[in-house]
């Protein structure tokens, strides 16, 4: 079964920086993308930034400039650099990994605090 297994979060001041790390693992394919997304209460969860399996990225306009994701050799592992944290990244981060027909599947999710 696939299981993505996410690390790296907690509480930061502003202007900080973090690294998020998410390990990938119970899958064969892995020719489709990886990613992130997060979620606040009360909105929709966000995509912020993806990666295909040629290294290939692509970030949400809101994150641009701040956020870069990456993967290591193996391309089993992504993760996704945050610097110049601010308050309103403050949200829960999801791992995602796509498969077949687009299908989605999701990390556990892990909490950011920005103060």
């Known amino acids: 079964h696939v299981q993505l297994v996410e690390s790296g979060g907690g509480s930061v001041q502003a202007g900080t920086s973090l690294t998020l790390t998410c390990v990938a693992s119970g899958y064969t394919d892995d020719g489709h993308c990886m990613g992130w997304f997060r979620q606040v209460p009360g909105k929709q969860r966000e995509k912020v930034a993806l990666?295909?399996?040629?290294?290939?990225?692509h970030y949400s306009e809101s994150v641009k400039g701040r956020f870069a994701i990456s993967t290591d050799n193996a391309k089993n592992t992504v993760f996704l650099q945050i610097d110049m944290v601010k308050p309103e990244d403050t949200a829960v981060y999801y791992c995602?990994?796509?498969?077949?027909?687009?299908?989605?599947?999701w990390g556990q999710g892990t909490q950011v605090t920005v103060s």
């Open positions: 990666i295909g399996s040629d290294r290939a990225t």
């Open positions: 995602v990994k796509y498969s077949e027909l687009a299908f989605r599947h």
